[in-house]
């Protein structure tokens, strides 16, 4: 197998650590620009501040002058109330970016959320969400998939069922006293034993067939999986 090839937990832990990178280094950009917009902006009163110190130290005597000083003073007036609305518009920005922000962090933890299941559906192989006894047809319905399986095949996996379902575990000697009608006395490990053993060959071998190997007609057998997904060492 090539050195280079990385496995699906390695490639997961990546994403993982990247998707916290990634929203850390966001975090930290937003508030750097926040911070050095406000920072850089002109102080609103500047102009105010400035006509009103040329008004104080000028000797004004002619009405022309005075007109100017009240133009100048308008003019501040109304540059402070555009820094002011320069303001406002960048603080809608920001929130704006923090929500679309958040909105991405949703969908980000949402995808890990998703990857941990992913995770979790590898390890335990086949997950169980649907499972149906069919004793009149004798077949076994396991999520999308149908097995046919024999009679005592089906008692054995109906007790085992029932069992799950009062959330207690039998013995070999239980279980082939509750199918064969004996006293437990009258039973022994090894049949219960038995009895189990031939259940899980037989539905391993057509869950095999239906998962893994595939019978193509009048012309042999192949893996049913992906070219990409085989490693051999």
Do not use: H
């Not at 050195?3 to 994403?15: C, D, H, L, T």
């Amino acid at each position: 197998m090539p050195e280079n090839s990385i496995s699906v937990s390695e490639a997961r832990r990546s994403g993982t650590r990247l998707v916290g990178a990634g929203i850390a280094a966001i975090v930290v950009i937003l508030i750097t620009a926040a911070a050095f917009l406000f920072w850089t902006l002109p102080d609103a009163n500047a102009f105010n501040a400035r006509v009103e110190r040329l008004f104080v130290e000028s000797d004004l005597t002619t009405q022309a002058e005075i007109r100017l000083l009240e133009i100048l003073a308008q003019s501040g007036t109304a540059f402070a109330d555009t820094l002011a609305s320069y303001r406002m518009v960048i603080f809608v920005l920001l929130i704006f970016a923090t929500a679309m922000l958040l909105a991405a962090l949703v969908f980000l933890v949402m995808l890990v959320t998703l990857n941990r299941r992913m995770a979790q559906i590898e390890r335990t192989g086949i997950q169980v969400t649907s499972l149906l006894i069919s004793r009149e047809e004798n077949t076994v319905y396991l999520n999308n998939m149908d097995f046919k399986l024999t009679p005592a095949a089906m008692e054995t996996l109906a007790v085992l069922a029932e069992s799950r379902l009062d959330d207690e575990v039998l013995s070999g000697v239980q279980i082939e006293a509750m199918i064969s009608g004996r006293d437990i006395s009258d039973c022994d490990e090894a049949a219960g034993a038995t009895r189990i053993k031939r259940l899980r060959d037989a539905l391993g071998n057509q869950m095999v067939s239906e998962l893994l190997v595939k019978n193509i007609a009048k012309k042999g057998y192949m893996l049913a999986i992906e070219k990409d997904v085989i490693q051999m060492v």
